[in-house]
């Protein structure tokens, strides 16, 4: 099987913080910081209109939208999708889905941090070892870049 290989860079003449910014690694990290904006925006939102009476709309959640933070949350939800697309088109599918996996990390600690949810210890531990399970994935993507 052929190694898919990454398209010529377009930002070749651009500055060197686009450059930067659009280095599909830093996109990574900037789609799960995006996604993890997207879903406490989104709750942020379910949580603004949870007091509305329980008809239908509200029960199927469709009286989130009528909270600004959940368009918000939308919009933060589409900038991650365009990032991820982004990505994909010069990162292996399995490692920029494993780097990904971050926000596994970021949303319950966003949530904790911003929506003051709580977080208990067994949770603690999963974090702690998605974040092990992130660094060693990590340094064996940075061997391997360095190859190329």
Not at 52 to 73: E, F, H, K, Q
């Amino acid at each position: 099987m052929t190694a898919i290989a990454p398209p010529p860079p377009a930002t070749s003449g651009a500055p060197l913080l686009v450059r930067w910014f659009l280095n599909p690694y830093v996109q990574i990290g900037f789609g799960a910081m995006t996604v993890t904006a997207s879903e406490i925006l989104m709750k942020a939102g379910a949580n603004a209109t949870a007091s509305r009476p329980a008809v239908l709309a509200g029960w199927l959640g469709i009286a989130a939208l009528m909270s600004l933070w959940t368009w918000a949350g939308i919009a933060c939800y589409i900038v991650s999708f365009l990032s991820w697309i982004y990505v994909l088109r010069s990162v292996p599918l399995g490692i920029a889905y494993a780097l990904i996996n971050v926000a596994h990390v970021l949303i319950p600690v966003g949530s904790w941090a911003f929506l003051h949810e709580v977080i208990n210890p067994t949770r603690w531990c999963g974090i702690a070892l998605v974040v092990c399970g992130l660094s060693l994935l990590v340094g064996s993507v940075a061997k391997v870049e360095a190859k190329l």
